[in-house]
């Protein structure tokens, strides 16, 4: 593997990918083999060079007069975004939004496979949500050693957050994929993804500001 | 209201201002009145330039040598946000997403406050969630109305989450928060927001394979 390979992409280039693959994914789905990046700009409400600029972080996969090659772009974002391979998954807490995460489908086609929920309530341990039980939080890092566990989903509540994580990373887990309303931290080599709901709403009513004072001054 | 309170902010910063929010939210709880930039930097993981640079855009709430007002900064962000106001918001889907939204009290917090479910499902229908009633969607723009719902939260499956959005306009809803994983459409009134749960996991994949790499080539 070259040096190429490991260059440094920007956050903001990283946080649309997930996007182009969704967008490439529908494309297969619908036997399209190549698309300009005019037509995959109007499809995506981007520029087309801003799509021109994003894919070249990734190396030549546009060709003039012809675009991009659906399948061969398809597969490269999906190397980048460490999808050619699958990752086991618990879900710590299994109240309504972890049974929700539990019950998502979405997760699983894409190679993110769930294998354990855990909670501290004796009312739903014993319990199974598509055939993943809920188990006692006890023997948590047992199972994430014997089922060799890659990621964690935090969806306990905010106070419990951070005990979860420390737990998940002295366990040896390697990702973190948090929903508790708290900045949580983890060491240098653990990859942490935080989900803050409430930060998404407030740019939800940001933007509905922003409109209605469009509205009034235009 | 003057010409710089309706001036452009980058999306990238406007992202930002939740978290500058919660943590001014948390000082403020603490009773802590000013914090300089350095300190500020350190709490957040940010650096004190960026923290200088991103507050800059909304006026000279720092002062050299004393920092920032905590609770000046906090209102002001307050007000940027659209947080001096309340919404009025309904949930369409009330499964376990559904649910786990309405059970979720940091919304109501910040003036987000939930006046009703829908659903299709008859089971559901007449259930409350913390006082707060699932009903039948047929009566869902009538609800609107007269309970003057300012924002609707789409926690449908995908093959509905575009219908379910043309409703809600049709019906005068200024605001959606899109949890289907689909990208709807709305007109350019209407301010949308969508949460691809999906999309952050595969962030989450890739940062946790450029954190293998690193070990790797290290």
């Known amino acids: 593997m070259g040096d190429n390979e490991v260059k440094k992409i920007s956050m ?40 021109r600029q994003d894919l070249n972080n990734f190396g030549g996969f546009g060709q003039q007069g012809y675009g991009y090659n659906v399948s061969d772009l398809y597969y490269a974002i999906n ?20 049974q929700a995460l539990a019950n998502n489908t979405d997760f699983s086609k894409r190679g993110f496979i769930l294998k354990g929920l855990f909670d ?4 739903l341990i014993g319990l199974k949500i598509r055939d993943v039980e809920i188990m006692d939080i006890d023997v948590m890092e047992e199972f994430i050693y014997t089922e ?9 509540g905010r106070e419990s957050a951070q005990e979860t994580a420390d737990r998940l990373v002295k366990a040896g887990i390697k990702g973190i994929w ?25 740019t939800l009513s940001y933007i509905m500001n922003e409109k209605k004072l469009a509205r009034k001054f235009s």
């Open 12 to 51: 903001a280039v990283i946080k649309r990918l997930p996007r182009y693959h969704r967008y490439l994914a529908e494309l297969l789905r619908r036997d399209i083999t190549r698309i300009s990046s005019a037509e995959l700009s109007r499809l995506m409400g981007l520029t087309a060079s801003q799509i």
């Open 79 to 98: 190397r980048i975004l460490g999808l050619n391979t699958s990752y086991n998954m618990i879900i710590v807490g299994a109240g309504n939004l972890g």
């Open 120 to 123: 501290i309530n004796p009312k």
């Open 148 to 156: 060799e566990i890659d990621i964690g989903v935090i969806c306990t």
């Open 178 to 202: 948090n929903f508790a309303p708290e900045d949580i931290k983890v060491p240098e080599d653990v990859a942490l993804e935080n989900v803050h709901l409430s930060d998404s709403l407030l």
